[in-house]
């Protein structure tokens, strides 16, 4: 594997954001964050989120991992839409990384035919990276979403494979954003074995819903050193 980082060019930046892009619209309809969007104060509050997340990185090149504390809890949205946030940036691109084939929400950002996701990467080697990164509706953000596979994530996860990948990914763009969005904590192992793969961890948790020893018990399981802060979601 070639891990010789290289600043992208205006070239492959604008290949980077070719596809169909969604309008104003279908942003809205899809809570989808945006640069001139109404509701400002949300739109800051994720900015908010990016700023922390740099001052604690000194880097752009970041690998965050995101997992709800409940089964119940839905955290693709989050994990897009700060995607989307750095994406804001036109010199930056993200990388949105469904690591939940469980639910495999983020088809719902893919605006291409979908054939191979990251579960099938993991199994078959033949399988190029390029085939499993995919554009989405938002500029300079793109979607690898989980695979056909739910069966045996545990191990897939827990590969060397995964670990080449992840260092293959964070190594072709020094600017880009990665997220690795995983299953909720309370009901699969997966987030714990992921976080070893991030820089900093996010935990989510339903608005009025916290538990004090659940909390704890996620924080513990992404690791202490990991773990950046919680999020509260209405």
């Not at 469904?98 to 990251?118: F, K, M, V, W």
Request: charged share 25%; net charge neutral.
């Amino acid at each position: 594997m070639d891990n010789t980082i290289n600043t992208p060019t205006s070239e492959q930046l604008k290949q980077f954001s070719s596809g169909k892009l969604w309008n104003q619209d279908e942003l809205y309809a899809r809570k989808i964050i945006f640069a001139g969007m109404k509701q400002r104060s949300v739109l800051n509050a994720y900015r908010e989120l990016r700023i922390k997340l740099l001052e604690k990185s000194k880097t752009d090149n970041i690998v965050l991992l995101v997992s709800s504390v409940s089964a119940e809890q839905d955290s693709s949205n989050f994990s897009y839409n700060l995607a989307a946030t750095f994406a804001l940036d036109q010199k930056k691109t993200a990388l949105y990384v469904d690591c939940n084939p469980y639910s495999r929400s983020a088809l719902q950002y893919i605006t291409s035919e979908i054939t191979h996701g990251l579960t099938n990467y993991l199994i078959d080697e033949t399988i190029d990276l390029r085939k499993i990164i995919y554009p989405s509706g938002v500029e300079r953000v793109r979607v690898i979403p989980s695979g056909s596979s739910s069966e045996k994530a545990v191990e897939f996860f827990n590969s060397e494979r995964m670990a080449i990948f992840v260092a293959e990914i964070k190594a072709r763009y020094p600017d880009r954003f990665i997220i690795l969005d995983a299953p909720p904590v309370q009901s699969s192992t997966e987030a714990r074995i992921l976080s070893r793969y991030c820089d900093h961890a996010y935990i989510l948790l339903p608005s009025g819903q916290a538990d004090i020893e659940e909390t704890m018990a996620a924080v513990d399981a992404v690791g202490k050193d990991k773990f950046a802060g919680i999020v509260f979601q209405s």
